[in-house]
């Protein structure tokens, strides 16, 4: 337990939890304003490839980073005209998006760098710096030496979304539009301008957690790097009730999730250990289960308990007469998308999004 639970799964939580808090508050700002953001992982795929290619002929992260933002915002800009201008269909465009990006960094890789796997590797010095490069005068912590400077930007974006949308005029129209488009409209408020910001900014803040991907966690492009971040981003924007702070929450057990399936391959387990472990798992399955039964939702909540029953019973069988057991590595990467599904299928239901989200607005002539 100890080989897993120290210092270094924390740090590597803050790490993985980065992009993913960056891409949900981008969600947020474009689904609070009621334009369902699917695009999530396209977005930041647009984000990483550029940083990476920008920042390996340029040399300066810092232009990187504003090239991925650039990115973000244009490929931004072409959801909102779609979506917002021409009505089109909010997750069809969202998925069009990310199937492209799945495809075009390749191509222009290819063009770029003759090779479509990967953009070249991009020096240590060029790369986003930690914390310790802007306080030299500082201890050699490991909060300074293994801290990003985009962990702390991100962590100031939750507290500035916060504000913003709590405490200020700008943030009470997103919200409004994002609720009740036709009151927002008769009291003044242009609904497409404030839906037009919201998704800008989601795409600028997406952009960011891609190329912290590319040139902050690590030092080159490869093909679909994120694998799936931007849809667990979206997952913890739901989880979290499109709310910064809860939102940030959420991407932090996600991260964590992330963390621990990296300590934990190749690191032999006990079983005691393990059964503490499913037995966590086991309670939260359970309180879901009782969630069902408390709603009236009797056929499946049988199911449900019935799953969990030959579960119990599957893992016991296995683990019989063994102290320590290596989990398979094919299991251990499952560990974030199943921790994914198990939060939407049991939270999901009590999220409220935004009423106004997904549909276009008309205005009344």
């Known amino acids: 337990m100890r080989q897993l639970f120290n210092a270094s799964l924390l740090f590597s939580t803050l790490r993985l939890s980065t992009p993913l808090v960056l891409a949900a508050i981008g969600g947020l700002y474009s689904e609070r304003s009621g334009v369902i953001n699917i695009a999530l992982e396209g977005l930041m795929l647009a984000g990483a490839f550029t940083a990476a290619s920008v920042t390996f002929y ?9 090239a991925a933002i650039a990115a973000g915002v244009a490929v931004a800009v072409i959801i909102a005209l779609a979506c917002i201008r021409f ?10 998006i990310n199937i492209m990006f799945l495809g075009l960094p390749a191509v222009l890789s290819g063009a770029l760098f003759l090779s479509s796997g990967s953009t070249p590797q991009i020096a240590k010095e060029h790369l986003l710096p930690n914390l310790d490069r802007f306080l030299p005068f500082m201890p050699a912590w490991r909060i300074f030496t293994d801290v990003s400077i985009i962990t702390l930007i991100a962590l100031v974006v939750v507290v500035v979304t ?11 129209r997103l919200r409004a539009v994002g609720e009740n488009p036709e009151a927002a409209d ?3 408020v242009s609904v497409n301008r404030i839906r037009y910001i919201g998704v800008i900014l989601s ?3 997406a952009g960011i957690g891609g190329a912290y991907l590319s040139i902050g966690q690590s030092s080159l492009f490869t093909r679909n790097m994120t694998a799936g971040r931007g849809f667990i981003a979206l997952a913890a924007l739901i989880f979290g009730k499109w709310r910064p702070v809860q939102t940030m929450l959420a991407c932090l057990l996600f991260g964590f999730a992330d963390a621990l399936t990296i300590q934990l391959q190749g690191v032999p387990v006990s079983i005691m250990a393990l059964r503490i472990g499913m037995s966590v798992i086991g309670l939260i399955i359970l309180a879901f289960v009782a969630q069902l039964f408390i709603k ?15 579960l119990v019973v599957v893992a016991r ?14 299991f251990i990467q499952m560990i974030p998308y199943v921790v994914t599904i198990i939060v939407l299928a049991g939270f999901i239901g009590q999220s409220r999004a935004p009423k106004a989200i997904g549909i276009p607005y008309e205005k009344e002539r």
């Open 186 to 188: 008769a009291a003044g």
């Open 87 to 96: 009505k089109a269909d909010q997750v069809v465009t969202g998925t069009g």
């Open 317 to 330: 069988s296995m683990t019989r007469g063994l102290d320590l057991v290596e989990i398979p590595v094919q």
């Open 203 to 205: 795409g600028a803040l």
């Open 58 to 66: 340029a040399s300066s992260p810092w232009i990187g980073l504003g």
């Open 162 to 172: 916060a504000y913003i949308l709590y405490r200020t005029p700008f943030g009470l």
């Open 296 to 310: 009236r939702h009797w056929i499946r909540g049988i199911v449900a308990l019935a799953l969990l029953i030959i």
